[in-house]
């Protein structure tokens, strides 16, 4: 099992930046590839960024390319996302995810643990 906690949501405005950090408790961390993905209102679940165990692989969704980096830090049991140039379409739940394996995948449906959400809110 892989516990995880998001931590770093709030309230900016459009422009600005926010880091969202996710920590991992449980099995150990560096196994597990991870990934980010974003619930709006009313919407489904959508693929934000992911990352392989070792950080060599990375993958972004095409509104969040150039904008959105996601990184990790396995000593740490922790993976982050920083959010630049944020837009109120940005506005969402932020989910963290783990895979039960070392690839990232960019399909909801291929990770296994999951966070609770945290509310990111980009207003203009």
């Known amino acids: 099992q892989v516990q995880l906690v998001e931590s770093g949501g709030g309230l900016v405005q459009a422009g600005g930046s926010l880091r969202l950090s996710c920590a991992a408790s449980?099995?150990?961390?560096?196994?597990?590839?991870m990934g980010w993905f974003r619930q709006a209102p009313g919407k489904g679940r959508d693929f934000v960024a992911a990352?392989?165990?070792?950080?060599?692989?990375?993958y972004y969704g095409d509104s969040v390319k150039g904008r959105f980096t996601i990184s990790r830090d396995n000593a740490k049991n922790t993976a982050y996302l920083q959010m630049n140039s944020l837009k109120p379409a940005d506005t969402a739940v932020y989910y963290c995810?783990?895979?039960?394996?070392?690839?990232?995948?960019?399909?909801?449906?291929?990770?296994?643990?999951w966070g609770q959400g945290i509310q990111v809110t980009v207003s203009s």
């Open positions: 995810a783990a895979r039960g394996t070392r690839v990232a995948v960019t399909t909801d449906t291929g990770y296994d643990y």
């Open positions: 449980g099995r150990t961390f560096g196994r597990n590839g």
């Open positions: 990352i392989s165990w070792s950080g060599g692989s990375t």
